[in-house]
């Protein structure tokens, strides 16, 4: 039985209630390559892309976990969309994301991942342009 370590899901099937980006976009570190002197940053295994972190607060009342880390894979800093007025947080979707799951002491625990990040689309309306991995000009 080939049974995969990741599952494709969508992000209306994580994030039913939505999401909003926290903190800013980080780029993560390979603690096993890096020295005190020099830095080494991760890189994805599979796209050999750097690998970098955001913050979410799940908007579901009933999420057991309220912030979740998304690692988004992409050759430069991932741009966030545009705060929106009066309020505190951005909202934000991902695309081509990935659920891995993985067992943290007695606990279920899930790494997620994704392709690209990008402002929410209007309800019912596909997005005919992305705040996407690739939009970023911040070279890593």
């Known amino acids: 039985m080939a049974?995969?370590?990741?599952?494709?899901?969508?992000?209306?099937e994580a994030f039913p209630h939505g999401c909003y980006m926290v903190g800013e976009v980080e780029q993560i570190k390979d603690f096993e390559a890096s020295t005190a002197s020099k830095p080494v940053f991760a890189r994805d295994k599979a796209t050999?892309?750097?690998?970098?972190q955001v913050t979410v607060v799940d908007c579901d009342p009933?999420?057991?976990?309220?912030?979740?880390?998304?690692?988004?894979?992409s050759p430069v800093r991932p741009v966030p969309p545009a705060p929106l007025a009066g309020l505190p947080f951005i909202p934000v979707e991902f695309d081509?994301?990935?659920?891995?799951?993985?067992?943290?002491?007695?606990?279920?625990?899930?790494?997620?991942?994704?392709?690209?990040?990008?402002?929410p689309r209007a309800a019912g309306k596909p997005s005919t342009a992305s705040a996407g991995s690739a939009a970023g000009k911040d070279a890593a």
């Open 96 to 119: 081509g994301m990935t659920v891995t799951p993985w067992l943290n002491g007695q606990r279920i625990a899930y790494s997620v991942r994704a392709r690209e990040m990008r402002a």
């Open 62 to 73: 009933d999420a057991r976990d309220k912030t979740v880390k998304i690692k988004v894979s």
């Open 48 to 52: 050999g892309e750097f690998v970098w």
């Open 3 to 12: 049974i995969p370590h990741n599952f494709r899901v969508t992000f209306d």
